[in-house]
């Protein structure tokens, strides 16, 4: 079963792939009652797990995201629940139906953001650590976040600050908008410019282990013999798309 999905269409801008609105993501209580026991076992795992705002999917239209205001425990119980629950990712779908990978009604889906940061012909994986609360132990992409109220070029900064030390503008550019196809949200894929040689990240609390993965069709293949989360195998595959270009 596959567990991502790209799109057709996409904005290459970052500062306009997502729009934002001024709303509450409508999630349903049911849904929200059915993810809780999901929600109490990763608050179990991860006790420092924090309930901050994020921007969740509304609609897709012609490649752009469409976000409004959302919590993370509420991603965590209507979203992330439904990885492992097939018979409440079957009820999330009906409530979005008839496109519940473009349409977020009834659940906070999170916008994932994913770059490929090229240093010398090459990106970094990460393998997340068994403490964090969403996919522990799986391999992702160094940077990657969620979309929240800094915006998709906010979130980006950040993350490259945080993940690489990185300050100032840096030319990125969106090579794909893809799903999680376990967690009916969407993700973006973003590539920078080759910013040269630059110190690799270190591990830390997010990621305890890395692979340099070359920038050529052959080498990507290392990075599919991993356990990558979905937003990583979206990205990965933008990367080969684009390079097919």
């Known amino acids: 079963m596959s567990i991502y999905a790209l799109d057709d269409q996409f904005v290459p801008s970052l500062a306009d792939a997502v729009v934002v609105h001024d709303a509450d993501a409508p999630v349903s209580p049911e849904l929200r009652r059915r993810g809780t026991p999901h929600l109490d076992a990763v608050l179990a795992r991860s006790s420092g797990t924090f309930d901050g705002p994020i921007l969740a999917l509304d609609r897709v239209d012609q490649g752009q995201i469409h976000a409004v205001r959302a919590g993370y425990f509420d ?17 999330a779908s009906q409530l979005a139906t008839p496109d519940p990978l473009r349409i977020g009604t009834g659940r906070a889906a999170a916008i994932g953001l994913s770059a490929v940061v090229v240093r ?126």
């Open 120 to 245: 010398g012909g090459v990106f970094t994986l990460g393998r997340r650590s068994d403490a964090l609360p969403l996919d522990p132990g799986r391999w992702h992409v160094v940077v990657s976040g969620t979309v929240d109220s800094r915006g998709a070029v906010g979130t980006l900064a950040d993350e490259l600050s945080g993940e690489h030390g990185i300050s100032g503008d840096v030319n990125a550019r969106v090579i794909g908008l893809g799903f999680d196809l376990t967690r009916l949200r969407p993700e973006l894929a973003v590539m920078t410019e080759d910013l040269g040689d630059i110190p690799p990240p270190e591990p830390g609390a997010e990621f305890v282990e890395f692979r340099e993965i070359g920038l050529e069709l052959g080498a990507l293949t290392a990075a599919w013999e991993l356990d990558l989360t979905p937003a990583a195998a979206v990205a990965v595959a933008a990367v080969e798309r684009e390079l097919q270009r």
């Open 75 to 91: 991603m965590i119980a209507t979203c992330d629940s439904l990885a492992s629950d097939p018979e409440l990712h079957a009820y």
